[in-house]
């Protein structure tokens, strides 16, 4: 395979696997956000908890 061609194939790889992950992302923003507003107290507070640790994570990680 030439060159350019393995270089343009990189790319669309590249860019398929950012779409990928970008749909991931998405899906699981969505099902967090059904999540915390059931109507079900069991999985909206499981949802705030997991919201609240990520968070956390988050701010323990940019902290330093």
Known sequence: MPEDQVG???????TVS????AAAE?????LLLGNLLSPDNVVRKQAETDL???????VA????
């Open 18 to 21: 950012a779409m990928a992950a």
């Open 26 to 30: 998405q899906q699981q923003f969505y």
């Open 52 to 58: 609240f640790e990520k968070f956390e994570n988050c």
């Open 61 to 64: 990680l940019h902290k330093y």
């Open 8 to 14: 343009k194939l990189e790319a669309t790889e590249n």
